[in-house]
């Protein structure tokens, strides 16, 4: 399984960032995907993940802010991020369960920088 993010950059406090992450892998089907993040000095923390069935969960520091999204067809999600501020600034790592028939693993992409300027 490879997963595949890309979209951060760098964008002023009170803008708008879209994260993408394309899970692959042959024979491969996928429940939760997700995002985390991991600042300077910081231990990686949980963002949002959204299940096949399209249900969410957020840390509480992003809700109504952050937005997730899927494309089941594509085995992609999207992370939506609205009214960034400098504190979210941090590297971006997508997160999948990932079964292939057999048996349930979980797989990070590489990761993606975000920078918030204030």
């Known amino acids: 399984v490879q997963l595949q993010a890309y979209g951060g950059g760098l964008v002023q406090a009170g803008g708008s960032l879209r994260l993408s992450c394309a899970a692959s892998?042959?024979?491969?089907?996928?429940?939760?995907m997700g995002w985390y993040r991991q600042a300077p000095g910081k231990q990686r923390e949980f963002i949002a993940r959204i299940s096949s069935g399209g249900a969410t969960t957020f840390l509480d520091s992003v809700k109504g802010r952050f937005t997730i999204s899927r494309d089941n067809a594509k085995n992609t999600v999207y992370l939506q991020m609205n009214s960034l501020k400098p504190e979210d600034t941090a590297v971006y790592y997508c997160n999948a369960d990932a079964y292939n028939g057999r048996a349930w693993a979980n797989y990070w992409g590489q990761g993606t920088q975000v920078t918030v300027s204030s």
């Open positions: 892998g042959s024979g491969f089907s996928f429940n939760y």
